[in-house]
């Protein structure tokens, strides 16, 4: 499923600009939603991750994975988001794991977020950690 602007955002050429340059897709396993982001996650972008992730971790996912290994610039709105994931996360006593890009990783580093967020190298990495059955053999 990838991503598209529509309403308001067709009439915002900034707008444009940062879904052009955004995509992200979602996998479902047993229990688990696998958000795959790719590109730039900035002030333009960041509703278009925040509508695919949706309500998740909700109903019977109880792990969501943000798979940002293919993000080469990630803005303080995409980290602000990122700690409201972590947030909403521990108040439904549900998993977030993050898979960041090198520079991304740095900058959970620098502002602290790391040690909220467990991140890992691979999704794969994540699913086996916590435990989650991995559909896709």
């Known amino acids: 499923m ?31 939603c696998v958000v795959t982001v790719a590109g730039e996650v900035d002030m333009a972008s960041v509703e ?3 509508r695919v992730v949706g309500d998740e971790p909700a109903g ?33 006593q549900a998993h977030l794991a ?3 890009s090198p520079p991304l990783n740095r900058v959970l580093k620098i502002v602290g977020l790391d040690l909220a967020l467990p991140t890992y190298a691979t999704d794969a990495m994540a699913v086996a950690d916590l435990g989650i059955p991995d559909q896709r053999r």
Do not use: W
């Open 60 to 92: 019977r996912t109880h792990a969501l994975i943000i798979d940002m290994r293919a993000v080469c610039f990630c803005g303080s709105a995409g980290v602000n988001y990122l700690a409201e994931l972590a947030e909403r996360a521990h108040a439904r």
């Open 98 to 100: 993050v898979v960041p």
């Open 48 to 50: 278009e991750v925040r």
């Open 2 to 32: 990838g991503v598209t602007m529509t309403g308001k955002q067709d009439r915002d050429p900034a707008a444009r600009a940062g879904a052009a340059l955004l995509s992200a897709d979602v996998t479902r396993r047993d229990s688990c």
